[in-house]
């Protein structure tokens, strides 16, 4: 059984950082496309950043380009997502999501929806002073 587990999460003043974790298991994130998606009540969800891990290809949005980065530990079978220069703006539910890897970064970022690949249970991030 497939179980993708996140971790991280929290409040922090603007400017400050947050790392979020995706621990999977029952499923390798060798050869996956892993995804960081957020979603705030009311709007559409939001690709944040993804990572194929067979090839290091990524996508951030531009909302989140110089700030965030997304990376694994192939050891841990684990995906990052390191958040810093955090604004008020980022304040979401955060989800990553796994998928095999025939679709590309951007697919998966701008397309993946919730029926598809493997979804974490969300985190929320709060930025506020």
Known sequence: QVQVVQSGGGSVQPG????LSCA???YSLERSVIGWFRQVPG???EG???????TGSTYYADSVKGRFTISRDNAKNTAYLQMNSLKPEDTAVY???VHPDYVTVQQVCTMLSPGE???GQGAQVTVSS
């Open 24 to 26: 999977a298991s029952g």
């Open 117 to 119: 690949g493997h979804w």
């Open 16 to 19: 400050g950082s947050l790392t």
């Open 95 to 97: 989800y990553c999501a």
């Open 43 to 45: 709007k559409e969800r």
């Open 48 to 54: 944040v950043s993804c990572l194929s891990t067979a």
